[in-house]
């Protein structure tokens, strides 16, 4: 999936992660794309809190060697 933005929030802890990504998703027109690279486990959980409460769609998370992937699309 060709993503419009990415986000490096390695080593950052809640809320960081969240805060960047909000304030990133501002900055983006309806419909783009931001992928978020978190180490933190709790951002899981975060992120999929975070989509529903603002309306943006939570698309796909994964993990793997320590980092999780949040991809988050515009409402």
């Known amino acids: 999936m060709e993503t419009t933005r990415e986000l490096d929030a390695r080593?950052?802890?809640c809320p960081l992660p969240i805060l960047?990504?909000?304030k990133a998703l501002a900055e983006m027109?309806?419909?783009e794309l931001l992928r978020?690279?978190?180490t933190d486990p709790g951002s899981v959980?975060?992120?999929q809190a975070f989509a529903?409460?603002?309306g943006n769609?939570?698309?796909e998370q994964t993990?793997?060697?320590g980092d999780f992937t949040h991809l988050l699309r515009r409402r």
């Open 11 to 13: 080593g950052l802890n």
């Open 20 to 22: 960047k990504a909000k």
């Open 29 to 31: 027109a309806s419909g």
């Open 36 to 38: 978020v690279v978190s």
């Open 45 to 47: 959980r975060d992120f």
């Open 52 to 54: 529903r409460q603002t």
């Open 57 to 59: 769609e939570l698309v």
């Open 63 to 65: 993990s793997g060697g």
